[in-house]
T-cell receptor
Framework: GQQVMQIPQYQHVQEGEDFTTYCNSS?????IQWYKQRPGGHPVFLIQ?????EVKKQKRLTFQFGEAKKNSSLHITATQTTDVGTYFC???????????FGAGTTVTVRA | NAGVTQTPKFRVLKTGQSMTLLCAQD?????MYWYRQDPGMGLRLIHY???????AKGEVPDGYNVSRLKKQNFLLGLESAAPSQTSVYFC???????????????FGPGTRLTVL
């Protein structure tokens, strides 16, 4: 079945620094979605990428979908304490339209 | 709109006990899902429903049953709880599942279940 791998599992960042989390699928995806879960909270949808090579920005967050539609990345610039949480990528399968979630990258920020 | 709601928020069971987790959504979504979240394993799909009266198995269905008698409700049942079912359970819903718009999932606040 489809597997979505996400790295790193943990990211400890100094406030103001940049970081990137990566997502890789074993199969070609229909689209990829990103969610954020604050500590003690529930996942909240951030964005969806559909087209090969697509890049989208939300303020300090930049999301990218690979040319082969098998990988994606989330880059956060000038990290703030409000960025704390776990970021999940989720790949939508071409065949059965099921979302497969990566294990998530848990981000902590040092002030 | 309340979005997706779940009851209860917390529950402690003894091994062998049964319980039902309730999920309700007021967005008129066709698709509903039950996930469990365990440390380091992300969200794993237990069961899902593509419409009222339908259910299907997800990635980790063993030990769980579900029902979708009404479009707005999706129930998850544990007939005989085991310690391995200690987890956080999330319900989610979506308008569609195709690659176009509307397939993002809206999650409930979760139920933290401990089985002793």
């Amino acid at each position: 079945g489809q597997q979505v791998m996400q790295i790193p599992q943990y990211q400890h960042v100094q406030e103001g620094e940049d970081f990137t989390t990566y997502c890789n699928s074993s199969t070609t995806l229909s689209n990829i979605q990103w969610y954020k879960q604050r500590p003690g909270g529930h996942p909240v949808f951030l964005i969806q990428l559909v087209k090969s090579g697509e890049v989208k920005k939300q303020k300090r967050l930049t999301f990218q979908f690979g040319e082969a539609k098998k990988n994606s990345s989330l880059h956060i610039t000038a990290t703030q304490t409000t960025d704390v949480g776990t970021y999940f990528c989720a790949g939508l399968s071409l065949n059965d339209y099921k979302l497969s979630f990566g294990a998530g990258t848990t981000v902590t920020v040092r002030a | 709109n309340a979005g997706v709601t779940q009851t209860p928020k917390f529950r402690v069971l003894k091994t062998g006990q049964s319980m039902t987790l309730l999920c309700a959504q007021d967005m008129n979504h066709e698709y509903m899902y039950w996930y469990r979240q365990d440390p380091g394993m992300g969200l794993r799909l237990i069961h899902y429903s593509v419409g009222e009266g339908t259910t299907a198995k997800g990635e980790v269905p063993d030990g769980y049953n579900v029902s979708r008698l009404k479009k707005q409700n999706f129930l998850l049942g544990l007939e005989s709880a085991a310690p391995s079912q200690t987890s956080v359970y999330f319900c989610a819903s979506s308008y569609s599942v195709t690659s176009g718009g509307g397939n993002e999932q809206f999650f409930g606040p979760g139920t933290r279940l401990t089985v002793l």
